[in-house]
Every structure is written in structure tokens, then in C-alpha cells.
């Protein structure tokens, strides 16, 4: 970080307030993917602006994407002067569903106290918009540059990413041969550098019963109570199995270095009813129950030995309860990803991060994945990392917020870390 290119990032402080209000304030829920379109123009017409080339993206096929909710990302490309590494900055713009406690408008971007509030304020198009700016002072004060610096703005991280940066990452776009280094500026505090990610599965599991009359239950088998079964297991041998395990991976929180497993959803019976239907229930013994899990495992668990866990419980189940039966049904898997501490990415920005703060860069993981994930798997890229602003444990909550001077100081490490790879390589 130079004092020139510290200056760049304090003069374009009401230029990255009003681009992240701008963000914020088109409203990109997923679900269902809205107006992911809207977003990757308003991306565009920015970064041409810059001298950025680009392209606009369409995931056909992917999960969710449809004539009515295309799933449509953003790739920019600022081309240096002479050869060199490609550093990209990959954002995701999609941001989760607003929720109830609310006290800020979630879609107003309003500045107070020097926060701006706002769903997606951190969890990340303050990431995002430090990241162009990071990038738009670099290409001020070092126009000669060698390399080249990329910008995305991707769909459906929050849903997986399968619209997004893994479609991309299935097309080549990151290739080791293409790019070099992956910054993704989730919000995992301005002081840390994220390594990775812990491991995700999730299955649907369905108890199986009998329907018959509410009032002659003896002559059903209520699906309900032997899912209150499963949950019983749960609680009495996977819960306090799972506490038991840790890992080496720095995760944060300090909870999230044990496995850990959310009961996502549950259904079970009579449907529910709509707001204006004021009839009464049926009176049946419910033939179905469903439950949807959320298992976070370690980097050292064995995959199999995950799904084996509740299988074997399920089983277990299956021989000793009259009547029980089930389905298991495996909905998506992630592997947990950590790049090594000693990669050039992790140094460059740890290096940044102590020069910008006055203070040693704190190395961790993160309880749940991002698009690290495709990154690593399918673009072979293991050079990748989260870095951005904002407090990680305010993602998805109500009066979601991100600091300005938080961005501003990660926007300084952005640049920074762009110098010593694209100007200075050989002092990173």
C-alpha cells in the first residue's frame, strides 16, 4: 500500500457509499432469483466505465433458471500492460429473503452513523463494492500495470452457487491457466483471512404411517410420532456424538469447530392452510412426515461415514419400532475446502491486512461454505480465499449492515494486495 493509493481509496469514499446504496437497493431475493439481470447491467455500465471488457453470462440449465428467473452473472476483465498473474475479485449478488424484525428499510441502503443498513449490506455487495473500488484506484495510480484483474458478479451463492460460479467454473473461466488468484470478498471481518470452509449435507428424511380417523387413531399409524422418534435419536446419540468431534480447521465461532446439524424443516399432515381459509382441520392420522437436515462435518470426517451416522440410526429405528419405516433422500453435497496457509493469495493479503491495520492477520474457516467450493472442485484453483468487510455474524439477520470505514480499510487491502501482485511481485 502506497500513500498515493491510499488517497485514491479516501477520495472515492462517497463514490463506495453511493455504489453500495445502488447495490442494495435493487433487490435481488433468492429465492426466486430476482432481477439478477438488472444488477449485471448496472455491474456493466460501471465497470465500463473503468476500462473493464465484459460479458454478461447466462447459466442455461442451472438450477432455477428459467425465462422468467434467468440466472444471468457478470465477468469483467481489466487487461494490464505486459504479462503477469490475473487476480480476480468474485462477489456473489444474490442476497436471502428479508425476514421479520426489521426496524431499516431492507431495500433502502440508508447511511446512519456511518453504517449502511441494508439485506445484502454485508452478506456481500459491500464486499462487492469495495472490490471495484479496490480495483477502479488501483488502475488510477498504477495505469501500467502488468496482468490483469477480473471483477464477477455471480447468482444463487446463496442457494448453492450452481447458477453462478459453478456454471462458470465448468466453462473454464477459472482455470489455473486463466486465473492465478481468487479473493472473494464474503464478510468475514476486515482483520481475517478465510481459508475455507467446512463440509455440508443435506437429506430430506420421511417416516411413513397409515391414515385413518383422528378419533380411531388405534387403527392408523401416525407418521408424525415416529419422525418424534427420529428426533429422539437425534437428540439422545447424534447430538452428543457430534459435540464430541472437533477439528484443526480455525473455524469461526468457536461452536462451529464441533460438527453440528440443523433440523432445516418439517411437514407433516394437513398442508397449511391459507391466510383467508377459516375452515377447520380434517380429523385424519397423518400418512407422512418429512424432515429436511442441514449437517455441517469437519474436514476430518469421512463423507460416508456422514450419511452412514443417520443411516445406521435409521435403522436402528426400522428394527426395534413396530411399524417404522423410511426414506432417505441425499439433496446436495459439499466437501469441506481449505487453501494452505503458505499460498501467494494468503500471503499477499495477510501481508496487506498487517500494513493497512497495524496488526497480524487472523487465519480462519468458515462454519458455512461459499463458492470457495467450486472453485477448488470443479475449477482446479486452489490459490482462493475469502477476504472483505463486514461482521459475518450479522449475515442474514434483520438490520443486516455494513461499516463504511470497514470497507474502506478492506478496499485499502484489496488494492494493496493488486499492487504487490501486478507491480511488485517480486516483494509480495
Request: aromatic share 6%; with cysteine.
Amino acid at each position: 500500500m502506497t500513500e498515493a493509493l491510499s488517497q485514491a481509496i479516501e477520495d472515492r469514499r462517497d463514490d463506495l457509499i453511493a455504489l453500495t446504496q445502488d447495490l442494495i437497493r435493487i433487490p435481488t431475493l433468492n429465492p426466486p432469483g430476482q432481477d439478477y439481470r438488472l444488477i449485471c447491467e448496472y455491474l456493466e455500465r460501471r465497470l465500463l466505465d473503468a476500462g473493464f471488457e465484459t460479458q454478461l453470462i447466462r447459466a442455461h440449465g442451472s438450477p432455477g433458471d428459467s425465462d422468467r428467473f434467468p440466472r444471468w452473472n457478470i465477468l469483467a476483465r481489466h487487461q494490464g500492460k505486459g504479462t503477469g498473474d490475473c487476480v480476480h475479485f468474485n462477489s456473489h449478488t444474490d442476497v436471502v429473503a428479508v425476514g421479520a424484525g426489521w426496524t431499516k428499510d431492507p431495500f433502502g441502503g440508508e447511511l446512519i452513523d456511518g453504517r449502511i443498513y441494508g439485506r445484502g449490506a454485508c452478506d456481500m455487495k459491500g464486499g462487492l463494492a469495495a472490490s471495484i473500488i479496490a480495483a477502479e484506484a488501483f488502475i488510477a495510480t498504477h495505469p501500467d500495470h502488468a496482468g490483469a484483474i477480473e471483477i464477477s458478479g455471480t447468482a444463487d451463492e446463496e442457494s448453492g452457487g450452481y447458477g453462478g460460479v459453478a456454471y462458470l467454473a465448468e466453462q473454464g473461466y477459472f482455470s489455473p491457466d486463466r486465473v492465478q488468484h481468487v479473493i472473494i470478498p464474503e464478510p468475514l471481518n476486515k482483520d481475517r483471512v478465510c481459508l475455507g470452509h467446512r463440509g455440508g449435507w443435506w437429506a430430506e428424511i420421511e417416516t411413513f404411517g397409515e391414515i385413518a380417523h383422528g378419533a380411531m387413531p388405534f387403527l392408523g399409524d401416525c407418521a408424525v410420532r415416529h419422525m418424534g422418534a427420529v428426533l429422539t435419536a437425534f437428540e439422545e446419540r447424534l447430538y452428543p456424538a457430534m459435540a464430541a468431534r472437533t477439528t484443526d480447521m480455525p473455524v469461526v465461532p468457536e461452536g462451529a469447530r464441533s460438527s453440528t446439524m440443523n433440523i432445516n424443516a418439517i411437514h407433516g399432515g394437513q398442508p397449511d392452510q391459507d391466510a383467508d381459509d377459516t375452515s377447520l382441520p380434517a380429523h385424519c392420522v397423518p400418512d407422512s412426515c418429512r424432515i429436511v437436515i442441514d449437517r455441517r462435518f469437519l474436514a476430518e470426517e469421512r463423507l460416508d461415514d456422514v450419511r452412514g451416522e443417520v443411516r445406521a440410526l435409521l435403522e436402528d429405528l426400522k428394527r426395534d419400532r413396530d411399524r417404522f419405516d423410511y426414506a432417505l433422500r441425499e439433496i446436495n453435497v459439499v466437501l469441506p475446502s481449505m487453501t494452505d496457509r503458505a499460498a501467494p493469495v494468503v500471503q499477499v493479503v495477510a501481508a496487506e491486512i498487517a500494513q493497512v491495520l497495524g496488526k497480524p492477520a487472523e487465519f480462519v474457516a468458515s462454519p458455512g461454505t461459499y463458492d470457495q467450493k467450486h472453485i477448488d472442485r470443479i475449477g482446479k484453483l486452489k490459490n482462493c480465499i475469502a477476504y472483505g468487510p463486514g461482521i459475518l455474524e450479522l449475515a442474514h439477520k434483520p438490520d443486516e449492515y455494513v461499516g463504511v470505514e470497514d470497507m474502506i480499510d478492506s478496499a485499502k487491502v484489496m488494492a494493496g494486495a493488486l499492487r504487490r501482485v501486478l507491480v511488485d511481485p517480486d516483494h509480495r
